[in-house]
Structures are given as structure tokens and as C-alpha cells.
């Protein structure tokens, strides 16, 4: 299990657009299809990834709380599915579905909206205010696979408050740390490794 840290791209960065097909719905989902919300969280994850498997339910519970807070969520899957064949749009949408994901699970199969987020590992996250200018990137809390620290989401839910509640966001903000983005061969990032 390779450790990689968020790149923490830098905040007042516009949302990248995306047109990716949700796995469960097939529906093509958008910056657009989020226009109505006040925030926008778009977290980059995966099925097969221990550092994911250990704050999965935290992100179906981050769904259920602010389902009608005005907070729009994406998760979006990047990983080389050819290798990867847990994280294939398949096996996401059964992931979504047994988790109870109430929001959509999108699969990127160029890799290219990750690349446009600098996303490096799963999980990694991403909050937009109203704007869509980036106000949070990096860490769901302090808890990893083994560190015995309680999963809260301490971290992505104080920024989450802050934008909802036209505060500003703290800007000491920590990396995600996770499993590296399975880049297909040859289509490494430049800011990857």
C-alpha cells in the first residue's frame, strides 16, 4: 500500500468542467447538473483501496447529512480498470448501491477530469464554494487504516459548515493521504510520482 499525499492544488482554483457517466444511472453528470447548489464537493475514490475502504461509510453518511443543505457532491473513479478490475464502472455501481451512495459515483475512463483536478489518490477531495472557486482541498480527518483514530470527517465537515454558512474556510488545511490514482501506462500526470 504506496502512501500519496493530495497535490493541494491551489485554492481559488475554478472548477475544471467535467461530462462523466454516473455508474449506477448512466446519466451523464456535469458541473452543470449542480448549478442550483450553494457548494460543490467532488471527491476522487475508488472500490479497491484500503485508505477509501476505511472511510467509506463516513462518505455515505456525508451524503445522507447534506442531502438537503444545499451541498451538491460527485464522486468520480479514475483508476485503470483494465488492472484494476474492482474499480471497473460495474463493480462502482455495486459499491454505490450497497453503500447507499445518494449521489453520483462517475467513472472517468481517460483519466483527464483527474488530471484537470491534479488528483493524486483515493480519497481525495475537493470543495467549491458558490463561484465554484476552490476553498478546501485535502484530508476527511486525521484517521488512516491502522492509526486507531476515530473516523469523523472532522476536517472536510468543519470547510463543508464554513462555506454553507458563509464563513470562511481555515486555510491550514492538510493533505489526503491514500492510494496513488492507477494511471494507465504511458498516461502518468506530470505531477504524479
Not at 467535467?18 to 471527491?43: C, N, R, Y
Request: some cysteine; overall charge negative; charged content about 20%.
Amino acid at each position: 500500500m504506496v502512501k500519496t499525499a493530495s497535490t493541494m492544488l491551489a485554492l481559488g482554483t475554478p472548477a475544471p468542467e467535467f461530462h462523466l457517466p454516473d455508474t449506477v444511472s448512466g446519466e451523464s453528470v456535469s458541473l452543470d447538473s449542480f448549478a442550483d447548489k450553494k457548494a460543490l464537493l467532488v471527491m476522487f475514490i475508488c472500490r479497491h483501496c484500503p485508505f477509501v475502504k476505511h472511510v467509506q461509510a463516513e462518505l455515505a453518511k456525508l451524503g445522507q447529512d447534506y442531502a438537503n443543505a444545499g451541498l451538491g457532491i460527485v464522486a468520480i473513479s479514475a483508476n485503470d480498470a483494465q488492472n484494476y478490475p474492482d474499480d471497473a464502472p460495474n463493480s462502482l455501481k455495486t459499491m454505490a448501491t450497497e453503500l447507499g451512495f445518494t449521489f453520483p459515483l462517475c467513472y472517468d475512463e481517460t483519466q483527464e477530469v483527474a488530471k484537470t483536478y491534479t488528483a493524486a489518490c483515493t480519497p481525495d477531495f475537493f470543495l467549491f464554494d458558490g463561484d465554484r472557486a476552490l476553498v478546501y482541498r485535502g484530508q476527511l480527518d486525521d484517521s488512516r487504516p491502522g492509526n486507531g483514530k476515530p473516523v469523523t470527517g472532522k476536517d472536510l465537515r468543519e470547510a463543508i459548515d464554513a462555506v454553507l454558512g458563509d464563513r470562511p474556510v481555515p486555510s491550514e488545511q492538510k493533505p489526503s493521504i491514500g492510494c496513488n490514482i492507477k494511471w494507465k501506462a504511458g498516461n502518468e500526470p506530470p505531477y504524479f510520482g
